[in-house]
């Protein structure tokens, strides 16, 4: 007897410095304090995913308010006109006058190895300065807006139209030439600019010619977006405010209104989809985070994706969606789909999940008693040898 006491009690010190004494890592709990939690359980309702509760998202969605465009200086492409600024560079052409025009063929080096003639330059409509940023040959406009041209004198350029300024310049030569045959073109656009950031191949600043400048041309100049990027939440920043745009909604659907017409100083930023993930967890076989497919996925897509539901451990009718916990942490929405009702499959693919949703598949009763069997199985066994070793 004093014998089965003893092996009892070094049984017992073994299993009680267990952690202690098996391998691996362990937290020592003994300096935490849990204060207990007294507040009573919270419910949550659950919604069953219906035919119904599917159509009133449909609806809801419909007719959800589009969010607010940018105000524009233009109300179409057609509509545009570029006015030159300080920092642009001017070529101006007085005919059977080379001696007052703009050298067609001169050259004008960038500070580094780079030359480009006069012509180069002016079939490059979206030219940015090059390295060096030295100026071509050609009329700069000054910080003041002006500009100097012989027997004309200094006149204000900036805020006109390259069409206005030859006028001007023709009035003003008409003293000292007979008839003066004029012409004005932007030989580089310096002076306005948008911006564009975040997932393109591309990012930096472009700048805005006579050519119309949209959302999808600078995504397009910028070399497309990357593999994260997500389109239907770009940013653009105007006068010190922020606006959603929904590019995919331009390039899927046709919908030309998000395709807005940039201006100076607009600011560009394409997100990543991290705004847009949904997670799968339970009992599926492959847990895991994904993102919304242009914007669309419903409970088919992100099931699939996980590999489906565990046969042998999952409980069909407990299919939840999550919903909202980002916003309203203490009243989330919460639905639950009955995978084992006839029209389950056609609900799954048409309930739209929205961004931040949690799809969580339920464990069946039988797995949770197993898992705790599981648990104790091992205790168990231990007891009985050691009562077969005492004898």
Known sequence: MTKLKLTAVVALSVFVSACATAPGNYLDTSSLKEAPNNQPQQQFNVQLITQQVVLQQAQAAA???????PPSKFTSAADYVYHIAPQDILGVTVFDHPELSTPQGSTFSTGGNTTQTVGQALTQPYTNALPGQADP???????????????????????????????????????????????????AYRSQKVQITGDVKTPGPLSMSDVPLTLVDAITRSGGTTDSADINRVRLTRNGKLYILDANRMLDGGD???????????????????????????????????????GDLTIADALTQAGGILDTDANPRQIFVMR????NPTQPEIYRLDMTKPDAIMLSS?????PLDVVYVGTAASTTFNRVLQQVLPTIQTVFYLKQIAK
């Open 63 to 69: 007719a959800a308010p589009k969010a607010p465009l």
């Open 137 to 187: 040959y050609g009329q700069t406009v000054a910080k003041d807006g002006t500009i100097f041209f012989p027997f004309v004198g200094r006149i204000m350029a900036a805020g006109k139209t390259p069409g206005q300024i030859r006028d001007q310049l023709a009035a003003g030569l008409g003293p000292y030439v007979k008839n003066p045959q004029v012409d004005v073109r932007v030989l």
């Open 256 to 294: 030309s209104t998000q395709d807005v017409l940039l201006q100076n100083g607009d600011v560009i930023n394409i997100p990543d989809r991290s705004d847009s993930r949904i997670f799968v967890m339970g009992e599926v076989k492959t847990p895991l985070q994904t993102n919304l497919i242009r």
């Open 324 to 327: 909202g916990m980002k916003d």
């Open 350 to 354: 048409q309930f739209q999940l929205k």
